[in-house]
């Protein structure tokens, strides 16, 4: 399969966030695939278990909740509690709600639901106008603020929550849809061709506007968000300390080049114009946002998918600008991301797109939960100087303070964000085109799916991965006619291999470069292709143009992004080195595979520069010369921070090679590693 094969219409919508009208790709849905095991299951998991409930009762403690029981009692503004935009949390959480009803059909989280769905219809005012914050005597007048207000904003999560509950439970009777439909229609009323000629200062209500054509078939929505996509860059913003880039204003959605000012808000902004130019026909907006999303992939993205390089502003920075230790790398902007590059995946069937959600989801947004799921990063850093607190359970964090995952925020966008991601994280595993499916995230799981030929095509999916390599796919019903089964090659993966084991004991093995590996047959129950990738620890150099980690590498492994963390260097070190500042790598020795943990070697220095130096410059080098060396396990980033208080990193500094130690003999080195793993 190549990006280059026409565009089908799609005649069905399935159960999933983004259903295009036309594109390479048709996403298969939450009725169509059920992960059933592994790394992504117990994330699952946990979300159902624990977070929502979590998230529940934060938002009720916060009183974000009741502030649309005051609404529809008519007593605010007082007693109103949270930012302009906590109205958004509310439909994040019932968009997770929805996705987790539709996945589990569990009965107490459809009465949470309802009941939540019941407290948002009664505030909403006669004409469809729904918001807590703009409106009534006391407040500032309805549309005020488009700059920092949020209403459009909170409408837009609004429309994706009636969505989710239209495709999750077509049939029910909540009236969630007929909110949405009334606060949409008035949108269409004011800001339509002869209305208010401006834009949100947060973009998101054009995903919104554009999936809820898709749901209802009322094409005016899409035209008012092709309005809203045609208008941003236009100058319609007043302006603000940061630029008018920070609104991603500062240059028409089709001229711009990169993504840039507030990543969620340019994520999320692209997101939309990508549904726009698919259901217009636009090619050459979609081109362009082909471009921004090259661009900002190559020159303004971490390593681990993350975006946003300034804790100001919560922005990109320039080109190259990724510094470790001040990564901001918001966790909304790395699920903004993906949703951004799903649709391009959709629409052009390119596998680096797959590739960079799976980097994100690694990396990102498994980093932000602890494993208890009741705990969450905001800004995700790739290096901790000091040593965290334990944040206080009862209260919530300024969000990007928290050194610890911490409960809650006084903006809490990222908890309910995670929540609706892994409630809805099925519809991101699998693609069918007219010629078959597509795989593109590998987890344990089940797929059933109708070909546009009328085929029903059935596989299970069996995989250990990302501890193990083999991501073995088993069709389970015979084949009339042949199809194509196809399987994403990461990017990482040279020496992939693709073995194909008929049913008659018939065995072929070839290698499977970057990009598609695709087998086409009339399958039977018994086939079975196996995709094995190759996961060896491999160092990652940087591009020498991002200076910050210039003379740095990183471990990966797979699609995961290992860390350096404090704790190992104490017990491997016995309590003689606890900073990561006090060690570098020596990137001549390789870099060993213990049963899925990579050992890396690295030197330890003498004591550095005293703490009193007056001035931190000086005419010799001020590096610490090497004392000896350690195998130290290093731990994937997403694991971080879940044994206490540390230091850690991502790029570990290179020790010059009059620096390594080679001292250490081989019988040493293995007693180390030993010592090391136990």
Known sequence: ??????????????????????????????????????????????????????????????????????????????????????????????????????????????????????????AQEPDGYLNTNFGRPGQ?????????????????????????????????????????????????????PKGVQSVCGHAEIEVGLAELARVTGEQRYLRQAQLFVARRGTGTLRPIEWGPQYFQDDAPVRQATVLRGHAVRANYLAAGAVDVAVDTGDEDLLSALVTQWDNTVARRTYITGGQGSHHQDEAFGEDWVLPPDRAYSETCAGIASIMFSWRLLLARGDTRYGDLIERTLYNVVATSPSASGTAFYYANTLHQRTPGSVPDPDTASLRAESSLRAPWFGVSCCPPNVARTFASLDALVATADTQGVQIHQFADCRIQTRLDNGELVALDVQTDYPRRGSVRLTPTRDAADPWTLS??????????????????????????????????????????VELVLPMRPRLTHPDPRIDAVRGCVAVERGPEVYCLESVDLDAVSHGAVTDVADVRIDDTAPVEDHDGRPLACLVVTAAGPPDDLAWPYAERSLEPAPSTSFDVPLIPYHDWAERGPSTMRVWLPVAGRSHVDHGTTGEQRSEQKGNAIR
Request: glycine share 10%; charged share 25%; aromatic share 8%.
């Open 487 to 528: 399987v994403r090659v990461p990017h990482w993966a040279d020496g992939a291999r693709l073995v194909v084991t008929r049913a008659a004991g018939e065995v072929s093995t070839t290698h499977a470069a970057p990009g598609w590996a695709s087998v086409r047959h009339a399958f039977r129950t018994g086939d079975v």
């Open 140 to 192: 500032a007048p309805r549309w005020s603020d488009l700059e920092w207000g949020h209403e459009l904003y909170c409408l837009g999560h609004l429309c994706q929550a009636a969505v989710a509950r239209a495709r999750t439970r077509p049939d029910a009777d909540d009236g969630l849809l007929a909110v949405a439909r009334r606060a949409a229609d008035l949108v269409c009323e004011v800001f339509g």
């Open 1 to 122: 399969m190549t990006s280059t094969e026409p565009r089908t219409a799609h005649h069905r919508a399935g159960i999933v966030p983004a259903a295009p009208r036309t594109g390479r790709l048709r996403p298969l849905g939450l009725d169509e695939v059920r992960i059933t095991g592994g790394f992504w299951a117990e994330r699952q998991s946990v979300n159902h278990r624990h977070t929502l409930a979590h998230i529940g009762r934060w938002l009720e403690r916060a009183g974000w909740s009741r502030n649309f029981d005051l609404a529809a009692a008519g007593s605010l503004p007082a007693d109103r509690r949270g930012r302009e935009f906590s109205d958004s949390e509310i439909y994040k959480y019932l968009e997770a709600l929805a996705w987790e009803i539709g996945r589990t059909g569990d009965g107490e989280l459809e009465a949470t639901f309802r009941d939540l769905v019941g407290r948002v219809e009664r």
